[in-house]
């Protein structure tokens, strides 16, 4: 497809589920990333990848939030356990490469998520 | 750590209207600044960036000049739509995590004809 795409693109589930969320990003784009936007946070980063590899997993909020990436391109965010805090709106970004002039991200739709 | 300040809203203005959002930032260096905009129901896009001091960034009518002596990046536009209102995001990419984006609390805009 052209653009970061999301699914599913509504979850809503039961306190202490556990969940995944899933992010494709834009083809060819090495970079990838994970935000989460709620009403009393705004928009913080959780996690990026570079390929297959997460070096720096300081931004999960929580060792119930956990991601992969595979094959250089799908990414799954899982939360385990889930919480009513959880609650918020998961967005997926890509790009082209970390740098060099082809950082800009491009976002996905994003994953409302929400805890009953 | 690094960090975006932007005005807080809701700002609503009539069509054609100037419209002015301030955002200033802290940062290490000198980061990539950027606009995204989230129209009602749908994901963040980009609007426009400037990656050094004194670029101008510009898209549909809306401008914003990377300042580094104020440290500023306001998005401007000369003549406000309906269709502009949506929320407005100014981010810098940092140094590091990957140059992950850290956003401002978001403003939103509101135009009536």
């Known amino acids: ?116 | 750590g690094d960090s975006v300040t932007q005005m807080e809203g809701p700002v609503t203005l009539s069509e054609e209207a100037f419209l002015t959002i301030n955002c200033t930032y802290t940062a290490t260096g000198y980061p990539s600044l950027f606009w995204y905009v989230q129209y009602p129901g749908e994901g963040l896009q980009l609007l426009l960036k400037a990656t050094k001091a004194d670029d101008k960034g510009s898209n549909k009518g809306f401008e914003a000049t990377y300042r580094k002596e104020t440290t500023s990046f306001h998005l401007e536009k000369g003549s406000v739509q309906v269709s502009d209102s949506a929320v407005y995001f100014c981010a810098l990419r940092t140094y590091n995590q990957g140059g992950k984006l850290i956003f401002g609390q978001g403003t939103e805009l509101s135009v009536k004809p």
């Open chain 1, 1 to 116: 497809g052209a653009g970061v795409s999301q699914s599913p693109s509504n979850k809503v589930t039961e306190k202490g589920k556990d969940v995944e969320l899933r992010c494709d990003p834009i083809s060819g784009h090495t970079a990838l990333y994970w935000y989460r936007q709620s009403l009393g946070q705004g928009l913080e980063f959780l996690i990026y990848f570079q390929g297959n590899s997460a070096p720096d997993k300081s931004g999960l909020p929580s060792d119930r939030f956990s991601a992969e990436r595979t094959g250089g391109s799908v990414s799954t965010l899982t939360i385990q356990r889930t919480q009513q805090e959880d609650s918020a709106v998961y967005l997926c970004a890509s790009s082209l490469a970390l740098g060099g002039g082809q950082e800009t991200q491009y976002f996905g739709p994003g994953t409302r998520l929400l805890v009953l």
